[in-house]
């Protein structure tokens, strides 16, 4: 045994100078494979963030893959991927349907995250689950029952079964970001057959998180005409610890990732509005296990700027001259909605107290902010 083991960890360290690494050990008295993909700008000195991918039922690591096209969102962001093969192409998310697995994957996964960490400089407060389908379910029992530290899931087309929504006390706080079609004719937005809806899904981290009760809804730019589908944010924040807890909601969308180049990869509509990846990410990016976010997750980071004065003043700064500003209270009601031209002294001396969200748009762009009136 020990001799297979050095082997495994000899291969792993050959194969270690490559991005894309196949490797594999022993779990539970089954053989567990996945694939590492290491950007091309990673420095072993510098501790990076960890992100789990997971494939739909019957798909693969390598599938899923090239579905989602991560790696190129790696290659700018600079974090490891895993991608992970269930047994048998399946996962166990406690699903009760034909061809489902028994399998210890909640173990399997935390014992990737030791694998991982032993060959790469990885940072343990900002690992991260995603996935496709089956792949978003069990990220969701991930939340749910490892005993590790995920910053934050995403789910694309996957929800929670009964018994998982049922059973599910987390360890540690968590932002959750869920990606749904509302054509899904696999796993229904609207929930059945041992499957929650999307909606309940939300409704359980938002709970879960203290969000406020109904979310701030944007619709997002619909920059192609042609794939019958439009997206719309479904925004919870603010939330207890500053966690984030959204919704993109695909209208018309079936059950697939978002702005695949594959058109194998699902059934049904592909959105081309956004990129589900980049999506993913861009959620992920702002949250660790050590600290809270700062702020409210925004669309075009850096785009706009807020920065406090003397009482209730903020000055608004941003990258156009103008902008359409609206202020939402805890309850996600609107309470105010101008035009203005930038930099703006923006005054809130007439709100009551407690605490507001401010939400800039130009264009294309949009930032959130939390303010409050003392």
Not at 118 to 127: E, G, K, L, P, W
Not at 189 to 194: I, K, M, P
Request: aromatic share 12%.
């Amino acid at each position: 045994m020990l001799k297979k083991i050095l082997l495994a960890l000899f291969l792993f360290l050959q194969a270690s100078a490559f991005a894309q690494i196949n490797a594999g050990f022993q779990f539970d008295g089954q053989n567990r494979s996945y694939i590492v993909y290491k950007p091309a700008s990673y420095n072993p000195g510098t501790p990076v963030p960890l992100v789990f991918v997971l494939h739909g039922f019957t798909q693969s690591g390598q599938s899923i893959m090239n579905v989602s096209a991560f790696n190129s969102v790696a290659d700018t962001a600079n974090f490891i991927i895993v991608y992970p093969n269930g047994f048998s192409n399946a996962w166990n998310t406690y699903a009760n349907i034909p061809g489902a697995s028994t399998a210890n994957d909640i173990g399997f996964i935390e014992a990737l995250i030791d694998t991982v960490s032993a060959n790469y400089s990885i940072d343990q407060n900002r690992i991260y689950s995603c996935g496709f389908s089956a792949g978003g379910f069990m990220s969701h029992l991930l939340a749910c029952k490892s005993s590790r530290c995920f910053a934050a899931i995403a789910s694309v087309a996957g929800t929670m079964t009964d018994s998982v929504y049922n059973s599910c006390v987390p360890s540690y706080n968590l932002s959750v970001l869920q990606i749904h079609g509302t054509s899904d004719a696999i796993v229904s937005f609207n929930g059945g057959s041992g499957n929650k809806s999307a909606t309940e899904v939300v409704d359980f981290w938002k709970n879960y998180n203290g969000c406020i009760v109904n979310p701030i809804i944007t619709p997002l730019p619909n920059t192609n005409l042609l794939d019958n589908s439009t997206v719309d944010l479904l925004d919870y924040s603010p939330c207890l610890n500053n966690n984030l807890v959204q919704m993109l909601k695909v209208n018309g969308g079936g059950h697939q990732w978002p702005g695949t180049s594959s058109l194998l990869g699902g059934i049904g509509t592909i959105n081309r509005d956004i990129k589900a990846s980049a999506e993913i990410w861009n959620f992920f990016r702002g949250h660790s296990c050590n600290s809270s976010t700062q702020g409210i997750h925004s669309i075009a980071l850096n785009y706009f700027y807020l920065q406090p004065l003397q009482g209730n003043n903020y000055l608004l700064k941003g990258s156009t001259p103008i902008a359409l500003i609206d202020i939402y209270n805890t309850n996600g009601q609107l309470v105010s909605s101008s035009r203005l031209n930038l930099p703006y002294e923006l005054n809130i001396d007439k709100l009551a107290y407690g605490m507001y969200l401010l939400k800039v748009f130009s264009d294309n762009h949009q930032t959130t902010f939390k303010i409050n009136k003392h």
